[in-house]
Nanobody, 126 residues
Framework: QLQLVESGGGLVQPGGSLRLSCAAS????????IGWFRQAPGKEREGVSC????????NYTDSVKGRFTISRDNAKNTVTLQMNSLKPEDTAVYYC???????????????????WGQGTQVTVSS
């Protein structure tokens, strides 16, 4: 069973930055499409960004384009979400998820992912 662990969440002021990391033990992430998802209170979980197994392909939800960057280092077995220019509406629990299927532009949705981390809280507030 692939186990994912997120880290890097916290409290940040509007306009600030955070860097989230997703790591796995005992399994190599290099074989998986990885996605970052988030769930705000009272809202459904939504896809934020996904990246192909090689890192060649990425996609982003419209609300984070130009502010968030997803990347991966398969040698270090980690996937990172760099979040800049954070807004209060970015406040949510952020989850890392994985799927063994090859990347497609429409797969960054909750129903597609097979493995999930426990989540890390991101709070953007002054």
């Amino acid at each position: 069973q692939l186990q994912l662990v997120e880290s890097g969440g916290g409290l940040v002021q509007p306009g600030g930055s955070l860097r989230l990391s997703c790591a796995a033990s005992k399994f190599t992430l290099a074989y998986y499409t990885i996605g970052w998802f988030r769930q705000a209170p009272g809202k459904e979980r939504e896809g934020v960004s996904c990246i192909s197994s090689s890192g060649t392909y990425t996609n982003y939800t419209d609300s984070v384009k130009g502010r968030f960057t997803i990347s991966r280092d398969n040698a270090k077995n980690t996937v990172t979400l760099q979040m800049n220019s954070l807004k209060p509406e970015d406040t949510a629990v952020y989850y890392c998820a994985a799927d063994a299927a090859p990347f497609t532009t429409d797969m960054c949705v909750v129903s597609f992912m097979d493995y999930w981390g426990q989540g890390t809280q991101v709070t953007v507030s002054s």
